[in-house]
C-alpha cells in the first residue's frame, strides 16, 4: 500500500486520517497556549480525567442496563468526559487561586489521582475493558462518520475562538497587566481560553484517546518552538508540524499494523529530535544540513516499498500445490457463525458432521483451493494424503522436511493468520502471512503478507465481513 | 501642583496586600509633564505604590482618583517579569499596545502601522523590530517595553525599573527619553529605581519610600552622571 493510497478518499481508514489530522491541527494550538502559560501539564492531566469520566459513565450506563458497544453508551460517555474535564479544570482553577503549594505538584497529584480511578472503574465494570482500551491506545481508527462531524464541529469551534481572539488569548498569556489595563480583565480571557482547552480535550479523548491529544498538544509546539520567528509562525507551525505528524504517523501505523496512538506519538518525538539535529548541523555547517536533507528524502522515497508482486503461477508449472491447513496465531477460535452456508453445505455433501463449525481458516484454505483451481493449477490438502499431516510449521525448512517425509513433492504452501480481529463495531482489521515452499529444498520462492481492514456496517454478520477480507486476500493474492 | 486637576491623586491612602499594609499615609499627586521617581531599598514598597495606581491591587485605606481611564495608562514592567520561553519578536510585543483599540477579528489598520514606526523610530529601535524579543539585550528589551507602552497613546506612563539591568549606553538612552516625554510631549511620567544618585540626575521630584512611609525630595534636571 504506497502513501498516496493511504491518503485517498477512497481507503477504508480515510475517515480515522481525517479525524486524527483535524485533531493534530487544532490540538497544537491548545497545546501552544498552555504551554506559553507554563501550564503544559494540564495538557497531560486533563486528558486523564476526561479518560477517568469515560470509565465511569462506561461502569454508570453498564449498570444501568444500557447495553455496551451502542450509540447510547457512547453518548453518555461524551458527556461524561464533558463533565469531568470541566469540574477538574475548575477545581484546579479553584485550588490555583487558594492552595498553598505548587501548581506542578496539584496537577501531578491530580494526574495519579485520576489514573487510579480511571483503573478502578475500569475493574468495577469488566464489559468496559475494551472500550476504555482502545481508548488509551488512541483508536481513532473506529471513527464513525456522524463522531467525525462532531469533531469537525467542535474542533472547528475551538480553532474558530483560537483564531479569532488570538491577540486577546496571546496578551493575556504574556502580560495579563497589560491584558487588565487594555482589555478590563484577564480573568475573563484565562477563563475562555480554558473553556476551548477543556472541549477540546474532552471530545478529543472520547474519539482518540489521552495519549494521542497529549501527543498532539505537546509535541508540535515543542518542535515549532525552535523553528519560529514569532508568535504567529509559532502558532501556524505548530498546526502544520502537527498535521504532518498526524499523516506520516497514519501511514506508518497502517503499514507497519501497529497501533495510530502511540506510533504518532513514536514519531513525534522522532520529528523532534530530527528538528534540533537539523538545527545543530545548520549551525555547524549549511553543506551537511542539506546533505542530511537530501538523505532524509531519499529515505523516506526508499520506505515507501513497492507491493510484492502476485503469486506466480506459471513458475508452480505442473507440479501439485500441497495447502497445508491454515495455522492460527490469533490467539482465539476465529470460529463463524452457526448459520454460515459453508456449513450447510459441507452437511449436505456429508462431509461435516453437524456438530462441526467451520473457521476463517477453513474459509481461506477452502477460498485459494478454488482460485488454484480455476486457474488449472493441481491442488491438494496434505491431510487427505496423510491423515498425520493435521499442522505444518511456519519455518519454510522444517515444513519441508515434514512434507518429504510423508512422500509430498512439489510445493507446499504455508498460511498463518497473525490477526483477525473487531470488536463488533470497529471494522474488521486481518493479518495473513503467506509462504510457498520448494518441498525437495525447502527454499521459499514467494512469501508475502495481507494486511485487509473491512468495513462492518456494509456486511451484516462478522462472516460475511469475513468472506469480505478472504476475497480482498484473494485479489491481490493472484493480482486481479 | 498644576491648576487642572491631577490625573492620579493619592491620598492618606495605606497600600498593601490583604490586611497587611506596605506603605501607609499616601499622599501623592500625577499631573501631566510631571517626572517623578521614586527611590527607596527592594521592598520598600515602590511596585506596590505602581500596582494600587494601575489598579491591579485594591487599596487598604484613604482616596485614590484617577481622572483618565486604565486604558491611557502606559505600563513597562521590568522584563525579567516577562516569560522568555515567548518566541516573540520585538515588533509583535511592541503591537500589543494597540490591541485595545482593535476589535478581535480586526487586522492591523494603517493607522497603527504607522504609529509603531513612529515609536520605534522614537526608542531608536526601528532596526531590530524583527528580532526575537529575548534576543535583545536588557536596555534594547526596556526601550521596546517603552515603545509597546507608548504605543498605547498613554497619559501617563508607569516604569517598573526600567535602568536595572541596563548597560551605561541604554541607561542614558533611556533616561534621555523619559525627559523628553516629560518635557515635549507631556506625559506624567513615574518611575521607580533603587538607585538615588541615578534618580536625582533625571527626576524633577522624587519620592523616597522606605520603613513603610514615602517622603518628598525635591531635585533638578542636571547633568547626567554618565
Known sequence: MSFFDVLSPSFLLFPALLGSAILA???????AHLMLRRRIFLGLTLPQIAACG?????????????????????????????????????LLAYLDRHATGSPESRLAAAYAFASALT???????????????????????????????????????????????????????????????????????????YVLCGFSIAIGVIMAGPLLVFGFMVLPPLAARSLARGMSSFLSLSSLIGLFIAIFGFYLSVRLDLPLGPTDVAFGCAVIFMVYAIQLIVRKSRGLAG???????????????????PLDLQALGQNTVWLAP???????????????????????????????????????????????E???????????????????PFEAGSAATNARAANLSGWLLLSDIRRWNTDGRAPLSTRVEMRLVRIDNGAISWDKQFQKVVPIVGAARLDEASADAVKEILREMFGS | MGSTPPLVSLHRANLGYGD?????????????????????????????????????????NGTLTRHCALSEFGYVPQSTALDSTFPITAREVVEMGGYGRLKPYQGLPSDERNRLES??????????????????????????????ALMVGPKILILDEPLAGCDPESQKAISDLLIDLSQQEGKAVFFSSHDLRMVRSVAKKILRADGGRVSWEEGVVAGHPW
Open chain 2, 119 to 148: 515609536v520605534l523610530q522614537q526608542v531608536g529601535l526601528s532596526h531590530l523590530a524583527r528580532r526575537l524579543f529575548f534576543s535583545l539585550s536588557g536596555g534594547q528589551r526596556q526601550r521596546m517595553l517603552i515603545a509597546r
Open chain 1, 25 to 31: 491541527f487544532v490540538c497544537p494550538l491548545v497545546g
Open chain 1, 54 to 90: 469515560v470509565a465511569f459513565t462506561f461502569w454508570l450506563s453498564h449498570g444501568a442496563g444500557v447495553s455496551h458497544g451502542t450509540g447510547g453508551e457512547r453518548l453518555l460517555a461524551m458527556v461524561g468526559s464533558l463533565v469531568f474535564t470541566l469540574v477538574g479544570m475548575g
Open chain 2, 20 to 60: 497587611a499594609a506596605v506603605l501607609e499615609n499616601v499622599d501623592l499627586e500625577l499631573h501631566a509633564g510631571d517626572l517623578i521617581a521614586i527611590a527607596g531599598p527592594n521592598g520598600s514598597g515602590k511596585t506596590t505604590l505602581f500596582r494600587t495606581i494601575l489598579g491591579f491591587l485594591p487599596i487598604l
Open chain 1, 326 to 372: 491454515v495455522r492460527n496465531s490469533t490467539g482465539t477460535d476465529l470460529r463463524l457463525p452457526g448459520t454460515n452456508p459453508l456449513r450447510s453445505l459441507g452437511e449436505i455433501a456429508g462431509k461435516i458432521a453437524p456438530d462441526y463449525r467451520p473457521t476463517v481458516m477453513d474459509l481461506l484454505r477452502g477460498s485459494v483451493k478454488r482460485e488454484l
Open chain 1, 119 to 193: 483503573i478502578l472503574f475500569v475493574v468495577f465494570n469488566p464489559a468496559g475493558e475494551l472500550e476504555i482500551l482502545n481508548l488509551l491506545k488512541g483508536e481513532v481508527i473506529s471513527l464513525s462518520k456522524e463522531e467525525l462531524k462532531l469533531l469537525a464541529i467542535v474542533y472547528g469551534a475551538v480553532y474558530f475562538g483560537l483564531v479569532l481572539f488570538r491577540r486577546e488569548f496571546l496578551l493575556n498569556s504574556f502580560d495579563r497587566d497589560l491584558s487588565f489595563l487594555l482589555t478590563g480583565g484577564s480573568v475573563q480571557w484565562s477563563f475562555w481560553l
Open chain 1, 374 to 392: 480455476q486457474r488449472r493449477i493441481a491442488v491438494s490438502f496434505p491431510e487427505e494424503r496423510d491423515a498425520r499431516l493435521q499442522s505444518f
Open chain 1, 291 to 309: 546533505l542530511l536533507a537530501a538523505l532524509l528524502i531519499v529515505g523516506f522515497g526508499c520506505s515507501a516499498q513497492k507491493a510484492p508482486a
